[in-house]
């Protein structure tokens, strides 16, 4: 079993976008914070096309709005492996899925599994 297993879980991420265009997104869209202030370290063809935008309001209809997108992301259930390494418990083969750093097997609930060459089962190299 996992330590400190923690399950999945979603939670909203809020995101403010500058926007300049005709109401129907057609236009420009600028990652901004709830102010309208421009995020640091965009493009810098962001800013130039920005001071554009400003210059020309008759182009828009929706004309240096701040508009405020809400998404739900999900966080996958995860925990500690007993080699201390974080393990994010995602379907990667069967539900189950392996510690990257030590190679242990575990299901979605954190459970320790065997690897799964040894699940048994029918198997193609088996004489009838
Ligand atoms: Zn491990």
Redesign the pocket.
Known sequence: MLKNYTPAEYRTVTEYELVFDDGHNNGFGFPCDSTGKLLEGLNPAAYENRLRCMMHPEQFVRFNEVIRHDRRVKDFAHGT?????E?ELIDHYLGACQ??????WYNLFGQELLPPDQWGGDSLDEDY
């Open positions: 492996c007993s080699c201390g390494n393990v510690c990257g750093k030590c190679g242990k």
